[in-house]
């Protein structure tokens, strides 16, 4: 019975998380490719959020700064801003869907702007839990 409970609070703190874990990337051509296509998409100024339903308990997300987005070093600092902001909010976020959030170069944008920004798109595709 022991071992029973210490596995059921295992499996309670894996739930709570706050980091983004490897099952959370959608990492496949594939399937980022079936996002765009079949997916629905909701944009803003500067970036554009696809998704699509994926049939599990998790949502699994893709960051991808568009083509002629600065060099290598601004495209890494967009996409560590992008996962820090999912990471600390993605508690709030409705489940089961696969994710594709595009960037596109033009106005800068610093991390709190870049939140606000990530907090909209979301909030018009509809994926806060109430």
């Given at each position: 019975m022991h071992?029973?409970?210490?596995r059921a609070d295992q499996n309670c703190l894996q739930q709570m998380r706050k980091n983004h874990t490897k099952k959370?990337?959608?990492?496949?051509?594939?399937?980022?490719?079936?996002?765009?296509?079949?997916g629905r998409s909701v944009s803003c100024s500067g970036a554009r959020l696809h998704l699509?339903?994926?049939g599990k308990?998790?949502?699994?997300?893709?960051?991808?700064?568009a083509r002629k987005f600065g060099n290598a070093v601004e495209r890494n600092y967009l996409r560590r801003h992008?996962?820090?902001?999912?990471?600390q909010e993605k508690e709030r976020f409705t489940v089961g869907y696969?994710?594709?959030?595009?960037?596109?170069?033009?106005?800068?944008?610093?991390?709190?702007?870049?939140?606000?920004q990530f907090m909209y798109l979301f909030k018009k595709a509809g994926m806060f839990n109430t």
């Open positions: 071992a029973e409970e210490e959370e990337r959608l990492k496949k051509k594939s399937e980022i490719s079936r996002v765009f296509k079949e699509m339903p994926n308990n998790i949502n699994r997300v893709v960051f991808i700064p992008a996962k820090e902001i999912y990471r696969d994710i594709a959030v595009v960037f596109y170069p033009g106005t800068e944008y610093d991390f709190w702007k870049r939140k606000e």
